[in-house]
Antibody, heavy 119, light 107 residues
Framework: EVQLVESGGVVVQPGGSLRLSCAAS????????MHWVRQAPGKGLECISL????????YYADSVKGRFTISRDNSKNSLFLQMHSLRVEDTAFYYC????????????WGQGTLVTVSS | EIVMTQSPAALSVSPGERATLSCRAS??????LAWYQQKPGQAPRLLIY???IRATGIPVRFSGSGSGTEFTLTISILQSEDFAVFYC?????????FGGGTKVEIK
């Protein structure tokens, strides 16, 4: 069974840092590019970062560029999102998702982890 | 950035009826368009990619059409489990961008 399980979401103060993880199982992890997509409560979807199957190519939305870093460890079937200089507007559910190609729709998503940035 | 605009924002439909959802891109995206369904408290589910190709396990009542800048998702006979929010997404260029969503509600 394919599974993506996000973790690391907590309440953090503005300006703080946080690292999200996504544990993958049930498929060959390094056959897939991986995405981080976020959704503010009650709002729409925003694709904020993408990483190629081997980690050589990364993409960032302007809203997070310079503050967030995507990475992966294929030996541990894991995806990460390091977040710095967090802002109130970063409050959202963060989903990891996979796609068979880099610029391609995500065919499976995790259930998300909630990051709340608040003082 | 390619802006995706969905219409209508909400649609009230009776079970058994047809629903037609629209999505417009601010520039040509060829056929690089996907549709997702999201139910409350759940992650999005991929329905359609390549504008018209159903993803694995998606019922035939879901169909997509269009190319360039104008796209349509049709749900031919709405079932109770279909009521949700639907998003289109372009994957022609980074950043991958979503429309604002169409909420399909029970009439």
């Amino acid at each position: 069974e394919v599974q993506l399980v996000e973790s690391g979401g907590v309440v953090v103060q503005p300006g703080g840092s946080l690292r999200l993880s996504c544990a993958a199982s049930g498929f060959t992890f390094d056959d897939y590019a991986m995405h981080w997509v976020r959704q503010a409560p009650g709002k729409g979807l925003e694709c904020i970062s993408l990483i190629s199957w081997n980690g050589d190519t990364t993409y960032y939305a302007d809203s997070v560029k310079g503050r967030f870093t995507i990475s992966r460890d294929n030996s541990k079937n894991s995806l990460f999102l390091q977040m710095h200089s967090l802002r109130v507007e970063d409050t959202a559910f963060y989903y990891c998702a996979r796609s068979s190609l880099q610029l391609w729709p995500a065919d499976f998503w995790g259930q998300g982890t909630l990051v709340t940035v608040s003082s | 950035e390619i802006v995706m605009t969905q219409s209508p924002a909400a649609l009230s439909v009776s079970p058994g009826e047809r629903a037609t959802l629209s999505c417009r891109a601010s520039q040509s995206i060829l056929s690089n368009l996907a549709w997702y369904q999201q139910k409350p408290g759940q992650a999005p589910r991929l329905l359609i990619y390549g504008a018209s190709i159903r993803a694995t396990g998606i019922p035939v009542r879901f169909s997509g059409s269009g190319s360039g800048t104008e796209f349509t998702l049709t749900i031919s006979i709405l079932q109770s489990e279909d009521f949700a929010v639907f998003y289109c997404q372009q994957y022609n260029k980074w950043p991958l961008t979503f429309g604002g969503g169409t909420k399909v509600e029970i009439k």
